[in-house]
């Protein structure tokens, strides 16, 4: 399988880091992919992704993209008003760490918005891909995105209050609709302690570019499990993505070069 991608970042307006770099890297590996990126491009990010054949989408496709994304901004609004009200630390800790977990929930319903533009732009992608992905709320992303997914979780910024932890409760059935990718086995543990049920690999996010996987290269990255995986994941995986492994095992490419760098 070799399609197009669905691609997804959140941060893609933003200058410098992996956002730009990756986005671009993946596009050129998969010619025609949708870029979805709900709060714009970066301009320097914008013509290397048209040369590479990408569409690029910026507004929610859809009547629910587009409500979703809406409540995705009024609760970042919130969330930075009361991150000014409670800066101070004559506050309880509870009220300072309140505006940070209405962040999360900014940040699911915009993924939320983007899986469903998806889900309404490019039905036959070989992966739906969030390359930059919350920390928290993985099974609410996938529910009211109404999409299966892999998600790039590089660290965890906060932590799940109550209120927070409640949500994901009610959403974990939606838990099973996504494969989180961690970056090193630390940030795999860290979370595998909090969410337990949750499908997990451990791979690197750098993409070089300039190296080219070989064909034994690429079999060795394709998922290893006694029941078939994942369509969306098995075309990942075929474009070089890293193993099916669970959070708190080694890489099956230990020793070698990851297909993914």
């Known amino acids: ?3 197009p991608l669905v691609l997804i970042e959140p941060y893609a307006n933003r200058l410098g880091g992996h956002h730009q770099h990756t986005l671009v890297a993946l596009a050129q ?9 709900p709060h ?10 048209r040369e590479a054949g ?28 009361g991150q000014r009200v409670f800066r101070s630390r004559r ?6 760490r309140a505006p940070h977990q209405i962040t999360l929930i900014a940040r699911c319903l915009t993924e939320a918005s983007a899986l469903r533009s998806a889900r309404r732009l490019e039905t036959g992608a070989d992966a739906v891909v ?11 992303a996938a529910l009211l995105g109404g999409q ?19 949500l994901g409760r009610l959403a974990r059935r939606g838990e099973q609709q996504v494969i989180t990718v961690y970056p090193t086995q630390a940030v795999g543990d860290q979370f595998a302690a909090a969410f337990a049920d949750l499908p997990a690999v451990v791979g690197a996010f750098a993409v070089d570019d300039g190296r080219r996987l070989s064909d034994a290269e690429r079999e060795g990255g394709r998922p290893r499990s006694t029941s078939p995986p994942p369509r969306r994941w098995s075309a990942w995986s075929a474009a070089g993505g890293p193993t099916r492994t669970s959070p708190s095992s080694t890489p099956p490419w230990t020793g070698s070069r990851s297909p993914c760098t």
Do not use: C, N
Not at 29 to 37: D, H, K
Not at 91 to 96: D, V
Not at 130 to 140: K, M, N, R, V
């Open 1 to 3: 399988m070799r399609g």
């Open 40 to 49: 714009g491009i970066a301009s320097e990010a914008v013509r290397a992704l």
């Open 148 to 166: 299966p997914h892999l998600r790039f979780v590089h660290e965890a910024v906060t932590t799940e209050d109550a209120a927070v932890r409640l």
């Open 91 to 96: 506050w309880p800790r509870r009220l300072r």
């Open 29 to 37: 590996v998969r010619p025609g992919s949708l870029v979805i990126a």
């Open 54 to 81: 990408a569409r690029l989408v910026t507004a929610p496709a859809g009547a629910v993209a587009t409500m979703l994304l809406a409540l995705s901004r009024l609760a970042a609004g919130l969330s930075s008003a």
């Open 130 to 140: 969030i390359l930059t992905a919350s920390e928290a709320l993985h099974g609410a």
